[in-house]
């Protein structure tokens, strides 16, 4: 009821989007320059910006976790003229800040979906584990030996959420940014990490990383060897970046549609698909009620995954 009763408030405004759009598109991008958010950015907004008649002007607000570029989305005018290019930060951000400076129910709109990343585990080549079996096994046997690197809020999470899981007790070293912590474990300074698998191709075509599996369903092109958590026996173990774009909490409805026929348009396109799928990527192409239904539960999920791990709320 959630997800209806968001894209519902839009509609109310239905009208008002016949001109839709009037001006340039601002599309926030909440990292650095580089970064996967950024790169998917700078493919898909030169698409957009065709599909619309106007200029899709890509702007990096990076710092604070993503939260500072959600922020200046979600108190932009609900007109659709200013979109987000964002992973899982609008989710997590509000499971894990207390104040947080916007509604994570009224002031978000989610618009489409872009597509998954599925996370995979890898290890330094020096941890005695050759598959995903003898990783736990050994994580199991060794309760705080293994140190794991995050490189932001998602891949902490995602270790988190892989520790309640199997059960298991591992460190994790906090980096800023999935380059450095993916770089970590590939020089030893971290055993593991849980990232998406294009933090992960350099190093593991170099064999300077053992990838263990895909926690996703099925596996994936870029790494066609790498067998999934299910293959490996373990069911339910499915964890991974969904990139979409988001806008306004209040936008028009028909405008939040438009967005998402054109967007939808786009990654279906050849040239677009073979682009994503070379950075490990599945293509999306939600519905606007199906996005905004998996943003509410994605809330729910990190909630649940913070309390059960009892991650301490901050500033």
């Not at 340039?24 to 998917?40: K, R």
């Not at 005695?128 to 060794?142: D, E, G, M, S, Y």
């Not at 373990?234 to 209040?250: D, K, L, P």
Request: cysteine-free; overall charge positive; charged content about 15%.
């Amino acid at each position: 009821m959630l997800a209806t009763g968001n894209v519902a408030m839009g509609a109310v405004m239905g009208a008002h989007a016949a001109d839709y759009p009037e001006r340039n598109l601002i599309a926030v991008v909440p990292f650095a320059a580089g970064s996967s958010n950024d790169v998917i950015a700078r493919r898909v907004g030169p698409h957009l910006a065709k599909a619309l008649g106007q200029q899709v002007i890509i702007e990096n607000r990076p710092g604070a976790d993503g939260r500072i570029g959600v922020e200046v989305m979600a108190k932009a005018a609900p007109d659709g003229h200013t979109i987000l290019f964002s992973g899982g930060a609008v989710a997590l951000i509000p499971t894990l800040r207390w104040n947080v400076p916007w509604d994570p129910m009224r002031s978000i709109q989610p618009v489409a979906e872009l597509g998954t990343i599925p996370y995979v585990i890898a290890v330094n080549p020096n941890v005695p584990a050759p598959n995903v079996a003898a990783f736990i096994k050994l994580a199991l046997a060794q309760p705080g030996r293994l140190n794991g690197s995050a490189g932001g809020n998602s891949s902490e999470m995602s270790i988190a959420l892989f520790r309640i899981k199997t059960g298991t007790r591992m460190e994790i070293i906090p980096y800023k940014g999935t380059g450095y912590a993916a770089l970590a474990v590939a020089t030893g300074e971290a055993d593991f990490a849980i990232m998406d698998a294009s933090a992960w191709l350099p190093y593991w075509q170099a064999k300077r990383v053992r990838v263990l599996a895909v926690l996703g369903e099925k596996r994936i092109a870029a790494m066609p060897d790498v067998p999934t958590m299910r293959e490996a026996g373990y069911v339910g173990h499915e964890s991974g970046a969904q990139f979409g774009i988001f806008t306004t909490g209040g936008t028009p409805l028909n405008t939040v549609r438009r967005l998402n026929s054109e967007i939808n348009r786009i990654i279906a396109t050849p040239e677009i698909t073979k682009s994503f799928i070379g950075i490990g990527m599945e293509p999306g192409g939600m519905t606007v009620e199906a996005f905004t239904k998996r943003y509410f539960a994605d809330l729910a999920l990190w909630k649940d995954v913070v309390a059960r791990a009892k991650i301490p709320m901050t500033d």
